[in-house]
């Protein structure tokens, strides 16, 4: 159940004012709610889930770059295949249509 921030204020104040009032020497200090608590204790968490994240994006562009490179590489080396087919086809007496 969310409150506004406003209430949920009112509401740690108006304990703050009982717990004094069942006993005085007691000092209630950095109260907060327990939704902000857990915020900021998974605050750390959540900042290392998206640095891995971006950096494993990151690597994964990498990656296909890489893969790319390495195919466009391989496919500018192959020697055309055109003039060893087409005589192949004339030793063999047949047209291809190639």
Request: hydrophobic share 45%; glycine share 10%.
């Amino acid at each position: 159940m969310c409150e506004p921030p406003d209430r949920q204020t009112k509401r740690l104040r108006g304990c703050a004012v009982e717990a004094t009032g069942i006993d005085p020497e007691l000092t209630i200090f950095d109260a907060e709610p327990m939704t902000e608590y857990v915020a900021a204790s998974l605050f750390g968490a959540k900042v290392a889930a998206s640095l891995l994240s971006v950096l494993s994006g990151l690597g994964l562009l990498l990656a296909a770059i890489g893969l790319y490179s390495v195919m466009a590489y391989a496919v500018a080396q192959r020697p055309a295949r055109s003039g060893f087919v087409s005589r192949w086809a004339r030793s063999q007496g047949t047209s291809c249509g190639w």
